[in-house]
Structure formats: C-alpha cells, structure tokens
C-alpha cells in the first residue's frame, strides 16, 4: 500500500484503554505472545496466522470446535444445527478475543465465515444482559446474519437504510431493538434530526463495521463522526473485511490501544468451492439471457439467486420485469452479475454472497462487447480465467417475445411512475450535498486510490 492514505489521524475508531483484556482461560487459542498482540504489535508479526491460514483446517493447537471457542451451549448448538461443524479460522482467532473485549481488525476472504466471527460472540454477550441498544452494526450483510444465528431468544433486530419512512425508523429505534444495523447515512440523518434518539446508544456495547474497507471510503467520515460521538468510549469496536486498504492498515498504526489483528488476506481471491463462469452475449438481450437462466434454476439445482446491476433504473425494470414474467427468488444460491462492477474488488464481494461457509456456489457473469476489459483486469487479479457458462443460443432466444412484452410493461410502469424525474432530483440533491461537504474532489481522488488497491 504505497499510495497516500487519506485517513483523519484524530479518527476515533478504536476507544482507548489502560489494560489489555485477558483472553478467556476456557479457550485453547495460540497468539504471538502471552499477552496478547500488544500496542507494538506489527502487522509482520501477524503474517505468521495468515501463512497457516485455510478455510477447511485451523493451525495447530488452534480450537477444534465452537465449544472450544468459550461460546454458550446454546451458540454451540445453534452451529450444528446451521451446519458449522468447526470453527473457521477467522472464527477460532477473533471470537476468544471478542469475548475477552477486545477490540478486533479481521480480515479474511469472502465466504470465510467472518460474520459469525462478530455475530456469535455478540449474542453470547447479549444473553447474558439482554438490552437495548446492545449493538450499531454498520452494513447490510451483518442483520442478516445475527437474525439467521439467533436462537438464543432470537434477538430484536431493526434495519435502518435509505428509502424508507424515516418517522417509521424513528419508531422502531425508539422501541430500543438489541441489534441495529444501517448505512452510515440514515443513521446520521436520525441521529442529527431526533434529540431522543443519541441518548438510545449511549449504552451501546458493540461497534460493527461489516465490509470496513468500503464503510471506510472517503466521503463517510462525517457520518461515521455523527455516530461515534453518541456510543460510549468503552464499547467494543469490531472492523471485519475481505480485502486491505490504506485506510484499514493506517487506522491500525494510529490507534493508542491497538485491537487484535488477524489477517488471512491473500490478495483478492475467492473461495474454491465457487464455481465462477461468464456467457458472451449482445448487449440488448441480456435480459432474454437473464430470464433464460432464472427458468432453468430448478434444473440446475438452485433454489436461490442474487442480481447484481450497475444502476437504480435496471434494477428496478428487472424487479418489475420478473413479476410480468412470474419469476419471484426471495433468497441466494446463485450470483448474476447482470453488469459488470468496475472495480475487480467489487466482483470479489458480489461473487462472495454465495458458496459461504464451506458450502458450493455458482456465479454467472454476463459479458457483453463493452465488459471485455473489466472481465480481463477481474481475471488478471484473480489470477485465473473465468469457465464458459454453457447454454444453447436458440433456447435463450426462444423467449424473447416473452421477454420484450415484460420490457415494455415494466417501461411503461415506470413512466407512470415518474421514475427519471425522480432520478434527475435525487442526482441533482446529491450534487449539491457533495458540494457542500466539500467530497467532489474527494470522491474523484477516492476513486483512483480504489483503482490503485486492485493492482
């Protein structure tokens, strides 16, 4: 990471403490030294974890099971019955450390079982003095998964994103869930506009940052200041992601107290167990492709999917189009990626919402005549090439009457809609925010360090 950090060096993202927590007696857990990754800990130092690092084994004298890990009864038996029949080694190395309160930085390839890293020792913690507001996850993919591995009584859950009733949210925050997840946006919108609402995480235990390295772009460092001034000095800050940033690596070095650090990053690689392929196809019937996978799902062995496009307007005409046609996949086994992401980054964390946890995945790419340079940089980065994916051309294009009459009807919705004007003053008011937070340089800037991360 040569290229300039643009991190605020009074961030406060790690608290501060005088005493280094002690890891749990219960947990069998190997660290560098006997206390610990103390404040002259070294990222070098932590090289020696991820050189032993794997997804199916853990290092010797690593915990062999979820009871090893110092977790309830009740946790332990909640993974059996997920199918976690072992710790991962991102689990077996940052759980015993979140139970000893430790602040924790892990980072580990997508799929490799990091959400259940934070997940499950917050709602051990959370059993033992259940409350509200217990824990501000920052990023959709964590409520998700507490919700999932909740069985302890399931813990009250609310989810705060954009493009939702904000009096609503105001409501269910004030209700005081166990767990809040939301973007760094809304919630700072909440907490500038409701007095009653700061004082609600004032007890706050736990502090997620899932996915950190994006939370962590320039252009949210105002939210993310919004909302640490309202949580308590001494919670638990806990930073997880698939990939090493500038930014993560510097707010490391800054920090007084220096949290556990487990790195098992590789570069941007995925999981084997994911199957990854692409189809070639012309860009005006990427739809009559996309129809023509979600109908053979069934015959594939899929019984979920994840879409991924580049705009709010395609995603919306799908989501209209897949009513017209009957098409309804409420959960995920399978990835499209319907418009390529710019950024090799990006497909690592889109392809990574599936073949999780040791279990196979497949992910589809549809590559048109513009994408070819996009798909050959994800290639090069991944340091392999992507499989054909296999369908015959005439069953595609059989339904392309089909297809285009759900085209049209979707269009037409969304003119009725006044979907473009919509768009044109959403554009327009981000502009002029941007504007005056001054981050349109700053976002230009951001975006070529991002291009700088993949090479």
Request: aromatic residues 6%; glycine residues 6%; contains cysteine.
């Amino acid at each position: 990471m040569d290229q300039e950090s643009q991190v605020d060096e009074d961030f406060p993202l790690f608290r501060k403490c005088s005493k280094q927590p002690k890891v749990p007696p219960s947990s069998s857990l190997a660290t560098s030294s006997s206390s610990g990754l103390a404040a002259e800990t070294s990222i070098k130092q932590v090289e020696k974890v991820k050189e032993d690092t794997s997804l199916t084994s853990t290092a010797p004298g690593d915990p062999v099971t979820f009871g090893d890990l110092g977790l309830a009864e009740w946790a332990v038996q909640t993974c059996k019955e997920l199918g976690m029949r072992k710790p991962t080694p991102v689990q077996a190395h940052c759980v015993p450390q979140i139970l000893a309160g430790r602040d924790v930085l892990g980072l580990a390839q997508t799929g490799s079982g990091k959400t259940a890293a934070f997940a499950l020792p917050i709602l051990h913690r959370l059993s033992l003095d259940p409350y509200g507001i217990f824990a501000l996850g920052i990023g959709l993919s964590a409520g998700r998964a507490v919700q999932g591995i909740g069985v302890m009584p399931t813990p009250e859950c609310t989810v705060i994103v954009g493009g939702m009733d904000m009096l609503t949210q105001a409501q269910s925050l004030m209700k005081r869930p166990h767990v809040v997840i939301s973007t760094p946006g809304r919630i700072k919108v909440l907490l500038d506009e409701n007095p009653d609402i700061p004082p609600l995480f004032s007890n706050t235990k736990f502090l997620v940052l899932d996915e950190a390295d994006r939370v962590l772009d320039v252009g949210f460092e105002e939210e993310l200041r919004v909302i640490f001034q309202c949580l308590p000095k001494k919670r638990q800050t806990l930073l997880f992601s698939a990939t090493i940033t500038s930014d993560l690596q510097t707010l490391l070095e800054l920090s007084s107290n220096k949290p556990f650090f487990y790195e098992a990053y590789e570069g941007f690689k995925t999981v084997d167990t994911l199957k990854q392929q692409y189809v070639f196809i012309p860009k005006n019937v990427k739809d009559v492709y996309l129809f023509h996978v979600l109908s053979k799902m069934e015959d594939m062995g899929i019984r979920s999917v994840m879409i991924f496009v580049s705009t709010c307007s395609s995603y919306i005409t799908l989501q209209l189009m897949l009513q017209v046609v009957g098409l309804d996949i409420p959960t995920v086994d399978l990835v499209i990626n319907y418009d390529i992401p710019q950024f090799p980054r990006d497909y690592v964390h889109r392809v990574g919402r599936t073949a999780r946890a040791g279990r196979g995945g497949l992910a589809i790419s549809f590559v048109t005549q513009d994408d070819i340079t996009l798909i050959q940089e994800i290639e090069a980065v991944l340091g392999r090439q992507l499989d054909k994916f296999d369908c015959k051309e005439n069953d595609v294009l059989s339904d392309i009457t089909k297809v285009y009459k759900a085209r049209r009807v979707a269009s037409m919705k969304m003119m009725d809609d006044g979907f473009e004007e919509k768009v044109k003053e959403r554009k327009k008011q981000k502009r002029k925010t941007m504007a005056q937070k001054g981050l349109v340089n700053k976002r230009r800037s951001n975006k070529r360090k991002r291009r700088s991360d993949t090479s």
